[in-house]
């Protein structure tokens, strides 16, 4: 079994459709979790940070449940420039980042 | 301000050849991680160093990897003899400081093609 599971896509959206990733990991005592942005042939950029309590940056929301070892990602307002592919990180401990394979987002006019 | 810079951008040698990937990472930073990215396997981490001094090379695939990071603002990935099967990305990042919630800064990438 993966560490990070999710599911590749594509996700294809319309422009100002809300779309949502979901992401699993295994290992119960990982520390931190993030979403990073990886565009086509361009290196991982962190989007965001996952925060137990839920948080929010924009049109995008990220959510965490620790007891069910599950993250998700919500973006809202589609746009076209959110076209990429979306990655689930987890730090399994002191800097150590696990990637998910990543969850590709098409949108469309 | 610059960001992570990776030399040479793409690389093509043939199997057997030795093929060394640099690495300069953002001033300042004193962790600097090695990844690949292939189409089956996604991102591994592997190996990283802090303060210059490997903290874990578990994910290096074979003695065929050797990393080294002489200085805090360099470091080399070295794969002698080079198989086809290495083919990949491989990217270098930076953080600073040693806290598990700290940014990884990614660089352009390395795209290797072993024939």
């Known amino acids: 079994r993966k560490e990070v599971e999710q599911d590749p896509g594509p996700f294809n959206v319309p422009e100002g459709a809300t779309v949502a990733f979901n992401c699993t990991y295994s290992n119960s005592a990982s520390q931190s979790f993030f979403w990073y942005r990886q565009d086509c042939r361009k290196e991982p950029k962190l989007l965001m940070s996952?925060?137990?309590s839920g948080n929010e940056d924009g049109r995008f929301t990220a959510q965490l449940n620790r007891a069910s070892q599950y993250i998700s990602l919500l973006i809202r307002d589609s746009k076209l420039s959110d076209s990429a592919t979306y990655l689930c990180v987890v730090n399994t401990g002191f800097q150590k980042l696990v990637f998910g394979t990543g969850t590709r987002l098409l949108v469309s006019p | 301000d610059a960001g992570v810079i990776q030399s040479p951008r793409h690389e093509v040698t043939e199997m057997g050849q030795e093929v060394t990937l640099r690495c300069k990472p953002i001033s300042g930073h004193n962790s600097l991680f090695w990844y690949r990215q292939t189409m089956m396997r996604g991102l591994e981490l592997l190996i990283y160093f802090n303060n210059n001094v490997p903290i874990d090379d578990s994910g290096m695939p074979e003695d065929r990897f050797s990393a080294k990071m002489p200085n805090a603002s360099f470091s080399t990935l070295k794969i002698q003899p080079s198989e086809p099967r290495d083919s990949a990305v491989y990217f270098c990042a930076s953080s600073f400081g040693a806290n598990s919630k700290e940014t990884q800064y990614f660089g352009p990438g390395t795209r290797l093609l072993v024939l």
């Open positions: 996952v925060y137990s």
